[in-house]
């Protein structure tokens, strides 16, 4: 079994300043973690995505995330927020499902608000 | 060029009607998925299929029957629809084979079809 949890259901910054957005997980399995975002009334797009390579993994738009295992998480951060990272983002876990197919698990998502 | 396509964008219908969702990629992935998107941005995995096999099928009512033509194509079919059915449906798709240890490939997501049930 697998589950995600999004800390936070919104987040609200400043232009300018950092954005940090948490993500926990729970996984039986080594899983694969990754981030999504959706703009609005958008499908939803690849930031990032962490499989066991190096622990911080560089996305687009300059975020970035750190995987902790002892901490089992994997939360989202990028040094200067911009009013186009207005969205919605997702941390989702995948592991094997067996019989060689994966179930992703998505978090209930963030809403990241941004002021000018 | 659009990698995942679905049509239509919007869909606007009766309760008890039926209706059809298409969704077509172009990526070459041999697995296809659908997603229902509610309201508060939930999103929920309904169906998934490996080159035209059924994966998963989560708790979802009879009424919602996934057909893959062929592994380009995954449609979605909603019988009887009723006023909870309202909601955005996407289609995602990926390469899941070699099978890896970890937990695969990323998903690449259609525009969404936004149903909405009068």
């Known amino acids: 079994a697998q589950s995600v949890t999004q800390l936070d259901s919104h987040v609200s910054v400043s232009e300018g300043t950092p954005v940090l957005l948490r993500c926990n997980y729970s996984s039986s399995y080594s899983p694969s973690l990754f981030w999504y975002v959706q703009h609005p009334n958008k499908g939803l797009q690849l930031l990032l995505k962490?499989?066991?390579?190096?622990?911080l993994v560089k996305g687009i738009n300059g975020f970035e995330a750190e995987f902790k295992k002892s901490e089992t998480s994997f939360h989202l951060t990028k040094p200067s927020a911009h009013m186009s990272d207005a969205a919605e983002y997702f941390c989702?876990?995948?592991?094997?499902?067996?019989?060689?197919?994966?179930?992703?698990?998505f978090g209930r998502g963030t809403s990241l608000i941004v002021h000018p | 060029d659009t990698a995942v396509s679905q049509t239509p964008k919007y869909l606007v219908t009766q309760m008890g009607n039926d209706k059809s969702i298409k969704c077509e990629q172009n990526l070459g992935h041999d697995t296809m998925y659908w997603y229902k998107q509610d309201s508060k941005k939930f999103l929920k995995i309904m169906f998934s299929y490996n080159n035209k096999e059924l994966i998963i099928n989560e708790t979802v009512p009879n009424r919602f029957s996934p057909k893959s033509p062929d592994k380009a194509h995954l449609n979605l079919h909603i019988n009887s629809l009723e006023l909870g059915d309202s909601a955005v449906y996407f289609c995602?798709?990926?390469?899941?084979?070699?099978?890896?240890?970890?937990?695969?490939?990323?998903?690449?997501f259609g525009p969404g079809t936004r149903l909405t049930v009068l």
């Open positions: 962490y499989t066991s390579a190096a622990t």
């Open positions: 989702v876990v995948s592991a094997p499902r067996g019989g060689g197919s994966y179930i992703p698990t």
């Open positions: 995602a798709s990926s390469q899941d084979l070699p099978y890896r240890d970890d937990g695969g490939n990323e998903q690449f």
